[in-house]
């Protein structure tokens, strides 16, 4: 439980001090250390990063979203093509999915000539995969839980009120 | 010739404004001001709530409702009670709508109130219960709550208030402005001791989804004996964010709830018929939000108790609705020099402890229904204050 309420503290706010995370669940910051470094040693916190609206930032890039169908390998199932793919700089996320397609890879890139090299000449053909079917994302509303374009709302209420 | 405040009724004319309003006044002259001063949430209603509202108003559901409320949502309101403090009402005749419990607090006093009729009122508590007793032509008694009992009521004050005039015990609990609940032993001990008495309790419970810590909410009516002589009152304001659609409701002995229904009838006609299309969603659905506003209070109220104790202050571990109220006494100012000063010395707002109450005086109520950031940021410039004053 308390691992739990770690996590979605942090995971709204990584930057977060440990000594509020403490008063906040009404721990010790012992406590609280120790709960984050066995999350850590078993990669229930795989890392600390950042969430950005690139779209705003001075910067070129495309991503899109690649649905990519397979041939299972005999004892490896998916996970030996799905190394095969997420080792690529350009991937960064791999999903095993139910449905019409088997893979779900998010792909970046400067531009999309750069995303489109990268799906004809290195993803497409790995020998496993028998078809992609490429989408580009063309704007993002909101991405891991947070409105990127939402602007801080005032504050409405009264100032003091009964 | 009679000037204009010469027509109005001699008890309005002498009945003094809000002291949280004149307190309002002040600070909403002042720029730059971080309050910790509101007694409503801080998070949007949640949007299925909404949405639902929306596509009412699609749907063109713009009509009156009946004037006890839709009866889907009092068949959902009786649900809710009876999974929520374990006490069954009947849905056609025991529950009422009302325009926030606002309403339901004026119509319990006026549906039971004979001239000279006495109500205990624990305070520090609510502005609204003595003038609505007022106004029903009651006379309120008041039970000033102490510090040291954490602001609970108790029997033996109980029993010094009763007269053979009185009808009707308030009970405001979870509390605004204390913090205060009372838990099953603490109900118990008043139930057994009401048991044989001729007294009312209005039971007002809009605070009851924010209570912190193992036991949930328990509700006076919930006692044996206790549901025949008990208006429970509730509303969507606090569990839910939504104060500004403004509904409640009244739950109780169907004698009682026909007779505040008829003025209800005469007075309001229904409650906002978007507001309760909304609620049916809220009620019904939503459970997941309030247990998420819930968590995030407690995380807050724990960071705004740290802070005042780390600054010299006696907090007591309040454990319901969103507000500590923290005793000034240490700085040697009352509560109003204190909220005064800090208002105009460090632009921070909070509610002196005597607006609410006598015995609230020497105590100022701080809402954490704000960020942590914010909060902690008020904490600051409280912590600098109190550093100055106390030297």
């Given at each position: 439980m308390l691992k739990n309420d770690i996590l979605e503290i942090l995971e709204n706010n990584?930057?977060?001090?440990i000594n509020d995370v403490a008063t906040m669940l009404g721990k010790s910051e012992e406590e609280v250390n120790v709960a984050i470094a066995e999350l850590e040693a078993d990669n229930v916190i795989c890392g600390y990063s950042t969430l950005i609206n690139w779209d705003k930032a001075d910067k070129q890039y495309v991503s899109a979203m690649v649905e990519v169908k397979v041939t299972p390998q005999r004892e490896q199932g998916f996970e030996k093509i799905a190394e095969r793919i997420y080792?690529?700089?350009?991937?960064k996320a791999v999903y095993l999915m139910?449905?019409?397609?088997?893979l779900l890879v998010m792909v970046d890139g400067k531009d999309i000539k750069e995303i489109a090299y990268f799906i004809s000449?290195?993803?497409?053909?790995?020998?496993?995969?028998l078809s992609t079917s490429t989408h580009f994302v063309?704007?993002?509303?909101?991405?891991h839980g947070v409105i990127v374009e939402k602007n801080k709302k005032d504050d409405e209420r009264m100032i003091v009120s009964p | 010739m009679k000037k204009a405040e010469d027509y109005i009724n001699k008890k309005v004319l002498n009945m003094p404004f809000s002291g949280i309003r004149k307190f309002f006044d002040v600070a909403n002259e002042l720029e730059g001001v971080i309050s910790?001063?509101?007694?409503?949430?801080?998070?949007?209603?949640p949007w299925p709530i909404r949405e639902k509202a929306i596509y009412s108003l699609e749907k063109g559901k713009t009509n009156y409702t009946s004037n006890a409320g839709l009866l889907e949502l009092r068949g959902e309101i009786a649900n809710y009670l009876d999974r929520t403090i374990h006490v069954v009402y009947d849905?056609?005749?025991?529950v009422l709508v009302t325009v926030g419990a606002s309403e339901g607090i004026d119509l319990s006093f006026r549906a039971l109130v004979e001239p000279g009729d006495e109500v205990i009122i624990p305070e520090p508590?609510?502005?609204c219960y003595k003038p609505c007793v007022e106004m029903a032509g009651g006379i309120p008694v008041v039970l000033e709550t102490k510090a040291e009992n954490e602001f609970k009521v108790t029997v033996e004050e109980i029993e010094e208030k009763i007269?053979?005039?009185?009808?009707i015990l308030l009970l405001p609990y979870p509390?605004?402005?204390?913090?205060a609940i009372l838990d099953r032993e603490d109900l118990k001990k008043i139930a057994d001791f009401l048991k044989d008495k001729d007294i009312i309790v209005v039971s007002?419970?809009?605070?009851?989804?924010?209570t912190y810590g193992e036991n949930k909410h328990v509700s006076i009516?919930?006692?044996?004996?206790m549901r025949e002589k008990t208006i429970v009152l509730n509303g969507f304001s606090k569990s839910y964010a939504?104060?500004?659609?403004?509904l409640g409701y009244a739950a109780g002995p169907e004698a009682i709830i026909s007779a505040m229904m008829k003025i209800h009838q005469y007075c309001?006609?229904?409650?906002p018929t978007t507001s309760q299309q909304a609620a049916v969603e809220a009620i019904k659905n939503c459970d997941k939000y309030v247990d998420k506003m819930r968590k995030e209070y407690d995380m807050r109220r724990r960071v705004m108790r740290k802070g005042f104790l780390d600054m010299g202050l006696e907090c007591f571990d309040a454990k319901g609705a969103f507000y500590l109220f923290p005793s000034i006494k240490s700085t040697g100012l009352s509560s109003d020099e204190f909220c005064e000063r800090l208002l105009f010395e460090e632009r921070v707002a909070v509610v002196p402890g005597s607006a609410l109450?006598?015995?609230?005086?020497g105590h100022i109520r701080c809402s954490y229904a704000y960020s942590i950031e914010e909060i902690k940021q008020a904490l600051e410039k409280i912590a600098v204050f109190v550093k100055k004053i106390k030297g």
């Open positions: 990584s930057r977060i001090k080792k690529f700089d350009e991937v139910s449905g019409g397609f088997d000449s290195k993803l497409s053909p790995i020998d496993a995969i063309l704007k993002k509303y909101k991405d | 910790l001063g509101v007694g409503e949430p801080d998070f949007d209603t849905p056609a005749k025991e508590s609510f502005v007269t053979d005039k009185t009808k509390n605004n402005p204390t913090g007002d419970e809009i605070y009851s989804e924010l009516a919930s006692f044996e004996g939504m104060t500004g659609w403004r309001i006609m229904c409650a109450g006598k015995s609230g005086e």
